[in-house]
């Protein structure tokens, strides 16, 4: 790994790359290549993204007017649960991990693949399969629970297709163990010489913390969607009180898992971000240690705060107490990332490149996102709160702001590496401006909503609640366009684009020190690590001289 | 009252709490905003003073530093415990019934909230109270979960099939408010609200002496207890009575076969009235028949009444009317079963 190698190998060399290295379609669905996985993953996500939009557009011409005048309550129902069920189980929770992950993790740490490749493929194939169940129950006719399947409606009253869709999120939840045990046993086993844990990227401390989560989270809701069908399908009693069961049962196991999931759609996020202010800063990130165990420490409290989902529930005072303050506790790392984040920027050479764009959009988003959490875990306050507009927008700050954001980030971040293209760097700020701009008009005005009152899931609203909802049905179609551009210049630059090069950013990962796209083995020797993360100084190796002449080339 | 020409950016205040929780708010965004201004402000500044001069410069290394990480975990550790507390204490007000509170039962169905008064008068959809007066609402559901929201009152509380649930309330201002279900329930949820009427007292009794009241829900339950479901062949007529005293037993413990004890509250009666056999007291036999599927909620909620209504002197006249029971101090029941001319009193 000399430093000429890493300048001069330059793309369009003869070599066989990950893409180039077989191109029937078997050699793709029969592929152990991480990085094959990876890009199928982010076409078949890509696909879900759409669906799950195209349902929130809808949502948001419904909501246009007070009465339900473009869709009835009944496809109203369907419409928002299809749109909460393929965004969590089928977008947000691949997303980051699945595609990011998979193509990254392996070459982050200098490994030639993940430790178990067919474990992946198979991951993939579950994933497959559950989204293809899903998609089946959609088209046969949908489900109208919410996302969060409550009981005893989702058991006993709703005529829809409930146990399909659970079937098919069971099946998908084995993709998710699967990615996240494959991730802990390859960070474990398969560093290169020299990648000790505390030079790992803190992508990957992310996404071992996602892993964690994952692993130990996904089989409680494999386990409440099996006693679901036991009682749908067996009439035993477990969530269904006609027959002794007690449907609060059923929203502790929900939460138990479906809480921890929420950090599976953050912590990796979280993980893209610190790549992002550290390398568009060109310094090595604040409080590194920190950092890491902040995600650490987020993973563990996520598992015992569940309860604050049910604080209205009929749950105990003195059981809500500890949940509310186990739930305020999870700020103080979520704070402390935000910390580090910004001091890493001090003194530092920030480049305003499309993907620290949105890296600053998130730091801004998951700023209101994560204190509006701080709203929703006081008791007292989230009584009032609770199943409003608020909750909404407060989620969506999360997810979109925070999880969606740090995923188009990270794609832009990487798009020359996994496609050895250059995209329109000028169209690629406008997407990201217009994504914060619309967003913000789409969700800020809700928590207003919320305050006052409007309910969420209702297809028809007060009267007064309108103008909010103008505002915010106008945001989404900016949030809309700007969604949609980067499908069309990411696109583009695929047959257009400039080529990258290998360190297009001169970057010190490991991954910018192989060529792009990367060979199926990754790297052309082992490479051996002698120097720290976000090591920008001359121990990294990197020549900067001979880049910048490169770089007075192109311009 | 809702309706302005101006977006409002908050519900009505109009019960005793709601200035509780609006102060938890501003707390809130005040924290909100002490933390997004500098936050944001470095963000901008470093972005702004540091950005790139040079294409791929090295800046200078810097590592973290110790004490800036504890600042930094210590103030918003703190500050989240302050929002912890205050957020605890309004909870602890919201969820706990006062004494003396006046009655009023709530049935949720798919889509519509049955609600009736302890003096008997029904309402569907809205719910008459009087100002600066508690209510207690006594909720339960018949088929899947509801959620009983005020955003007026800032309470709201979810309504569980099989269960009671709880939610009191002290109107402060006369006016209509929005009532909602704010727990997803199927089709027509978005349809299952009405109104919150809050009234002047004289306004209130004149609303209830205008409106057809029917029997009370004690007088309801004791019809069920004596003629329509033959309760009274167990449980009364005196030490030789085959089923369990219930005369005094309301919010008492009691001893149950095996040697737990239980306090036969709401949800107690509830379920020795629905599955008789999972809590037996100690000394009697299973032999009490299950009543499921004989009893609707409404019907459910007048035997509980009616049961609270007994006391031990009340044994002995077992016919005379129930608001003649006033000796009776452990059950509100006994005050608020009250007529409404008593009502004008306070």
Same mark, same amino acid.
């Given at each position: 790994?000399?430093?000429?190698?890493?300048?001069?190998?330059?793309?369009?060399?003869?070599?066989?790359?990950?893409?180039?290295?077989?191109?029937?379609?078997?050699?793709?669905?029969?592929?152990?290549?991480?990085?094959?996985?990876?890009?199928?993953?982010?076409?078949?996500?890509?696909?879900?993204?759409?669906?799950?939009?195209?349902?929130?557009?809808?949502?948001?011409?419904?909501?246009?007017?007070?009465?339900?005048?473009?869709?009835?309550?009944?496809?109203?129902?369907?419409?928002?649960?299809?749109?909460?069920?393929?965004?969590?189980?089928?977008?947000?929770?691949?997303?980051?991990?699945?595609?990011?992950?998979?193509?990254?993790?392996?070459?982050?740490?200098?490994?030639?693949?993940?430790?178990?490749?067919?474990?992946?493929?198979?991951?993939?194939?579950?994933?497959?399969?559950?989204?293809?169940?899903?998609?089946?129950?959609?088209?046969?006719?949908?489900?109208?629970?919410?996302?969060?399947?409550?009981?005893?409606?989702?058991?006993?009253?709703?005529?829809?297709?409930?146990?399909?869709?659970?079937?098919?999120?069971?099946?998908?939840?084995?993709?998710?163990?699967?990615?996240?045990?494959?991730?802990?046993?390859?960070?474990?086993?398969?560093?290169?010489?020299?990648?000790?844990?505390?030079?790992?990227?803190?992508?990957?401390?992310?996404?071992?913390?996602?892993?964690?989560?994952?692993?130990?989270?996904?089989?409680?809701?494999?386990?409440?969607?099996?006693?679901?069908?036991?009682?749908?399908?067996?009439?035993?009693?477990?969530?269904?009180?006609?027959?002794?069961?007690?449907?609060?049962?059923?929203?502790?196991?929900?939460?138990?898992?479906?809480?921890?999931?929420?950090?599976?759609?953050?912590?990796?996020?979280?993980?893209?971000?610190?790549?992002?202010?550290?390398?568009?800063?060109?310094?090595?990130?604040?409080?590194?240690?920190?950092?890491?165990?902040?995600?650490?420490?987020?993973?563990?409290?996520?598992?015992?705060?569940?309860?604050?989902?049910?604080?209205?529930?009929?749950?105990?005072?003195?059981?809500?107490?500890?949940?509310?303050?186990?739930?305020?506790?999870?700020?103080?790392?979520?704070?402390?990332?935000?910390?580090?984040?910004?001091?890493?920027?001090?003194?530092?050479?920030?480049?305003?490149?499309?993907?620290?764009?949105?890296?600053?959009?998130?730091?801004?988003?998951?700023?209101?996102?994560?204190?509006?959490?701080?709203?929703?875990?006081?008791?007292?306050?989230?009584?009032?709160?609770?199943?409003?507009?608020?909750?909404?927008?407060?989620?969506?700050?999360?997810?979109?702001?925070?999880?969606?954001?740090?995923?188009?980030?990270?794609?832009?971040?990487?798009?020359?590496?996994?496609?050895?293209?250059?995209?329109?760097?000028?169209?690629?700020?406008?997407?990201?401006?217009?994504?914060?701009?619309?967003?913000?008009?789409?969700?800020?005005?809700?928590?207003?909503?919320?305050?006052?009152?409007?309910?969420?899931?209702?297809?028809?609203?007060?009267?007064?609640?309108?103008?909010?909802?103008?505002?915010?049905?106008?945001?989404?179609?900016?949030?809309?366009?700007?969604?949609?551009?980067?499908?069309?210049?990411?696109?583009?630059?695929?047959?257009?684009?400039?080529?990258?090069?290998?360190?297009?950013?001169m970057h010190p990962g490991l991954e910018w020190r192989t060529s792009s796209p990367p060979p199926t083995e990754n790297f052309e020797v082992m490479p051996v690590v002698t120097w720290e993360a976000y090591e920008f100084g001359e121990e990294s190796g990197m020549d900067i001289e001979a880049a910048r002449r490169r770089e007075a080339v192109i311009? | 009252?809702?309706?302005?020409?101006?977006?409002?950016?908050?519900?009505?205040?109009?019960?005793?709490?709601?200035?509780?929780?609006?102060?938890?708010? !501003?707390?809130?965004?005040?924290?909100?905003?002490? !933390?997004?201004?500098?936050?944001?402000?470095?963000?901008?500044?470093?972005?702004?003073?540091?950005?790139?001069?040079?294409? !791929?410069?090295?800046?200078?290394?810097?590592?973290?530093?110790?004490?800036?990480?504890?600042?930094?975990?210590?103030?918003? !550790?703190?500050?989240?415990?302050?929002?912890?507390?205050?957020?605890?204490?309004?909870?602890?007000?919201?969820?706990?019934?006062?004494?003396?509170?006046?009655?009023?039962?709530?049935?949720?169905?798919?889509?519509?909230?049955?609600?009736?008064?302890?003096?008997?008068?029904?309402?569907?959809?809205?719910?008459?109270?009087?100002?600066?007066?508690?209510?207690?609402?006594?909720?339960?559901?018949?088929?899947?979960?509801?959620?009983?929201?005020?955003?007026?009152?800032?309470?709201?509380?979810?309504?569980?099939?099989?269960?009671?649930?709880?939610?009191?309330?002290?109107?402060?201002?006369?006016?209509?408010?929005?009532?909602?279900?704010?727990?997803?329930?199927?089709?027509?949820?978005?349809?299952?609200?009405?109104?919150?009427?809050?009234?002047?007292?004289?306004?209130?009794?004149?609303?209830?002496?205008?409106?057809?009241?029917?029997?009370?829900?004690?007088?309801?339950?004791?019809?069920?207890?004596?003629?329509?479901?033959?309760?009274?062949?167990?449980?009364?007529?005196?030490?030789?009575?085959?089923?369990?005293?219930?005369?005094?037993?309301?919010?008492?413990?009691?001893?149950?076969?095996?040697?737990?004890?239980?306090?036969?509250?709401?949800?107690?009666?509830?379920?020795?009235?629905?599955?008789?056999?999972?809590?037996?007291?100690?000394?009697?036999?299973?032999?009490?028949?299950?009543?499921?599927?004989?009893?609707?909620?409404?019907?459910?909620?007048?035997?509980?009444?009616?049961?609270?209504?007994?006391?031990?002197?009340?044994?002995?006249?077992?016919?005379?009317?129930?608001?003649?029971?006033?000796?009776?101090?452990?059950?509100?029941?006994?005050?608020?079963?009250?007529?409404?001319?008593?009502?004008?009193?306070?």
């Amino acid at each position: 790994m000399n430093a000429e190698n890493v300048i001069s190998s330059g793309y369009g060399g003869s070599k066989l790359n990950y893409i180039t290295n077989g191109s029937t379609l078997k050699s793709w669905l029969l592929t152990k290549d991480h990085k094959r996985i990876a890009i199928m993953y982010l076409i078949s996500v890509s696909g879900f993204f759409l669906m799950g939009g195209l349902y929130a557009a809808t949502i948001r011409l419904e909501l246009l007017t007070p009465a339900s005048d473009l869709l009835e309550s009944g496809t109203y129902n369907k419409v928002f649960t299809q749109h909460g069920i393929l965004m969590i189980f089928f977008f947000l929770i691949p997303s980051i991990p699945a595609v990011l992950g998979n193509f990254l993790l392996p070459i982050m740490i200098g490994a030639k693949d993940l430790a178990l490749p067919r474990i992946n493929l198979l991951s993939l194939y579950f994933y497959w399969i559950g989204g293809g169940m899903t998609l089946f129950a959609l088209m046969q006719g949908g489900i109208d629970t919410g996302w969060t399947f409550y009981t005893p409606y989702s058991t006993t009253f709703s005529n829809s297709f409930v146990m399909l869709v659970g079937l098919g999120i069971f099946v998908n939840g084995f993709s998710s163990i699967l990615t996240g045990l494959n991730f802990i046993v390859t960070i474990h086993t398969m560093r290169a010489p020299g990648m000790t844990w505390f030079r790992m990227p803190l992508f990957v401390w992310a996404h071992y913390a996602t892993s964690l989560v994952m692993i130990l989270g996904t089989p409680v809701i494999a386990i409440t969607i099996l006693l679901l069908a036991l009682e749908r399908l067996g009439g035993v009693g477990i969530f269904d009180p006609a027959i002794g069961g007690d449907p609060i049962l059923f929203q502790h196991l929900f939460w138990f898992y479906s809480h921890p999931a929420v950090y599976i759609m953050i912590l990796p996020g979280m993980g893209v971000i610190s790549e992002l202010i550290s390398n568009f800063s060109r310094k090595k990130i604040f409080g590194y240690e920190f950092i890491a165990f902040s995600s650490i420490a987020i993973a563990v409290f996520g598992f015992l705060v569940w309860g604050h989902h049910m604080f209205v529930s009929g749950q105990s005072i003195y059981a809500g107490l500890v949940f509310s303050f186990l739930t305020m506790v999870v700020a103080v790392p979520s704070a402390i990332k935000m910390f580090n984040w910004t001091a890493t920027m001090y003194k530092g050479s920030v480049s305003y490149d499309t993907p620290m764009l949105y890296a600053i959009g998130f730091m801004g988003l998951f700023l209101i996102g994560g204190l509006t959490g701080l709203f929703l875990g006081a008791m007292g306050l989230v009584v009032h709160l609770t199943d409003t507009y608020f909750v909404v927008a407060h989620f969506h700050y999360v997810m979109v702001g925070g999880q969606v954001i740090a995923y188009l980030g990270g794609i832009h971040y990487w798009w020359p590496k996994m496609t050895g293209r250059m995209y329109s760097e000028f169209w690629g700020k406008i997407s990201a401006m217009l994504v914060f701009v619309g967003f913000n008009l789409t969700f800020f005005p809700q928590f207003i909503l919320g305050y006052q009152g409007m309910p969420r899931r209702y297809a028809s609203y007060p009267e007064e609640f309108q103008v909010l909802n103008i505002f915010s049905t106008a945001g989404a179609s900016v949030l809309g366009i700007g969604l949609l551009m980067p499908a069309v210049y990411l696109m583009h630059s695929l047959f257009f684009g400039r080529p990258a090069g290998d360190n297009p950013w001169m970057h010190p990962g490991l991954e910018w020190r192989t060529s792009s796209p990367p060979p199926t083995e990754n790297f052309e020797v082992m490479p051996v690590v002698t120097w720290e993360a976000y090591e920008f100084g001359e121990e990294s190796g990197m020549d900067i001289e001979a880049a910048r002449r490169r770089e007075a080339v192109i311009t | 009252m809702q309706s302005t020409n101006w977006v409002p950016l908050f519900p009505e205040q109009a019960s005793t709490f709601a200035w509780q929780v609006d102060l938890l708010y !501003f707390y809130l965004i005040i924290v909100s905003i002490a !933390f997004t201004i500098p936050v944001a402000a470095a963000i901008f500044f470093f972005a702004i003073k540091y950005r790139e001069t040079e294409k !791929f410069a090295t800046p200078e290394e810097m590592h973290g530093s110790m004490v800036l990480e504890t600042v930094w975990s210590i103030i918003p !550790f703190v500050i989240s415990m302050t929002i912890f507390l205050g957020g605890a204490i309004v909870f602890f007000n919201q969820f706990t019934p006062p004494e003396g509170a006046m009655n009023v039962y709530v049935v949720g169905k798919q889509w519509m909230w049955k609600l009736q008064h302890e003096t008997g008068q029904r309402e569907i959809n809205e719910l008459h109270i009087p100002v600066g007066r508690k209510v207690k609402l006594t909720m339960t559901t018949e088929d899947v979960l509801h959620d009983f929201s005020i955003p007026a009152f800032r309470t709201k509380a979810d309504v569980v099939p099989g269960r009671y649930t709880y939610l009191w309330f002290e109107a402060t201002k006369p006016g209509k408010y929005h009532l909602f279900c704010a727990e997803y329930c199927g089709l027509n949820h978005s349809g299952m609200g009405g109104y919150v009427y809050v009234m002047e007292q004289r306004d209130f009794d004149n609303w209830l002496s205008g409106s057809v009241s029917g029997q009370t829900p004690v007088e309801a339950g004791r019809d069920l207890f004596e003629n329509k479901l033959g309760c009274a062949s167990c449980h009364a007529g005196g030490p030789t009575q085959r089923g369990a005293m219930l005369e005094g037993i309301y919010n008492h413990e009691v001893k149950l076969v095996g040697g737990a004890t239980v306090t036969a509250d709401d949800q107690y009666i509830r379920n020795s009235i629905l599955n008789p056999s999972s809590q037996i007291v100690e000394g009697f036999q299973p032999i009490m028949p299950t009543f499921k599927g004989q009893v609707t909620e409404e019907q459910l909620n007048s035997l509980v009444a009616y049961i609270k209504s007994l006391t031990p002197d009340a044994a002995a006249a077992a016919s005379s009317v129930p608001t003649a029971n006033t000796s009776n101090t452990a059950a509100p029941a006994g005050n608020t079963a009250a007529k409404p001319s008593a009502n004008s009193n306070r």
